[in-house]
């Protein structure tokens, strides 16, 4: 459409990618071809990260300049430590220590990955829930999975969560977590939720992968471990058996996500449009 638009009205467009819709565009050969033509007329490229902008190159070749322009972290939102009680109350989660897994549940977002860890967790005696947020088809096999391991009682199905209810899990959290697995034709361009954590001290443990250790600082807000469960565990049972470390991180993650924000993203979008060709 933008670029009927551009060859009968002469409106320029900008293209912005996010890794896995170049990943799931190339793999359809009647469409890839017409997106090769809409970056050839595009005015400016844009990508969320740099992972996505090796990608693009990969992909599309080197002929093209790609601007990239990261998503941003909101403003912090303070829910009143009442309701955080309440959310945990009615959870039972009582006084355990939180660790949020917040995505949609499809294989890519490594759903088993944290379920394994959070057992391997339970194996050394950490004091730990896993909090899954989200919904998907992977939902129903995961519950199974988790009371044949004998996790159920240190894993909370809670399903989706609206927006207010998002920022109270961030808040209510000591971690966390996204394991994302590698996957032949996907790709995670970038952390948006990892960089929402953080915006709420929150810090995280992310995969090495693709553009997610790009919504963190490595080892300040953070750790970026392989995409294992011993990795994930063995990282948490670092951060949460160091507190002053803990502390440092919510700090440093708050610091981060302030450098990030929309506003941020906002001035870099500017930049790019306008520059000329």
Request: proline fraction near 4%.
């Given at each position: 459409m933008a670029r009927w638009i551009y060859?009968?009205?002469?409106?320029?467009?900008?293209?912005?990618?996010?890794?896995?819709?170049?990943?799931t565009a190339q793999m359809q050969p009647r469409k890839w071809p017409r997106v090769l033509r809409c970056v050839a007329e595009a005015r400016h490229i844009m990508v969320n990260s740099q992972a996505t902008q090796r990608l693009f190159t990969e992909l599309c070749g080197t002929a093209y300049t790609t601007h990239i322009v990261r998503p941003g972290a909101p403003s912090p939102v303070a829910p009143p430590s009442a309701v955080i009680d309440r959310l945990k109350n009615e959870h039972a989660l009582g006084s355990t220590?939180?660790?949020?897994?917040?995505?949609?549940?499809?294989?890519?977002?490594?759903?088993?990955?944290?379920?394994?860890?959070?057992?391997?967790?339970?194996?050394?005696n950490v004091e730990a829930t896993l909090v899954v947020a989200g919904t998907g088809p992977e939902r129903t096999r995961a519950e199974q999975y988790?009371?044949?391991?004998?996790?159920?009682?240190?894993?909370?199905?809670?399903?989706?969560?609206?927006?207010?209810?998002?920022?109270?899990?961030?808040?209510?959290?000591?971690?966390?977590?996204?394991?994302?697995?590698?996957?032949?034709?996907?790709?995670?361009?970038?952390?948006?939720?990892?960089?929402?954590?953080?915006?709420?001290?929150?810090?995280?443990?992310?995969?090495?992968?693709?553009?997610?250790?790009?919504?963190?600082q490595p080892d300040v807000t953070g750790l970026c471990v392989e995409p294992t469960a011993?990795?994930?565990?063995?990282?948490?049972?670092?951060?949460?058996?160091?507190?002053?470390?803990?502390?440092?991180?919510?700090?440093?993650?708050?610091?981060f996500a302030a450098l990030n924000s929309w506003e941020a993203s906002q001035q870099q979008l500017r930049r790019v449009l306008q520059t000329d060709v």
């Open positions: 060859r009968s009205l002469g409106v320029p467009y900008v293209l912005y990618f996010h890794g896995a819709d170049l990943c220590r939180i660790i949020l897994f917040l995505a949609r549940l499809i294989p890519r977002k490594g759903l088993f990955v944290a379920l394994e860890a959070i057992r391997e967790l339970q194996k050394n988790a009371r044949e391991q004998g996790i159920a009682s240190r894993v909370r199905f809670i399903g989706r969560v609206t927006d207010q209810e998002k920022w109270m899990w961030f808040s209510a959290a000591h971690v966390f977590w996204f394991p994302a697995i590698p996957l032949a034709h996907d790709f995670e361009g970038f952390g948006i939720t990892s960089l929402e954590a953080q915006a709420q001290g929150c810090p995280v443990v992310v995969s090495n992968l693709d553009g997610l250790c790009e919504s963190m011993a990795a994930f565990a063995t990282a948490t049972e670092h951060i949460l058996s160091h507190a002053d470390r803990w502390q440092h991180m919510r700090s440093a993650a708050r610091e």
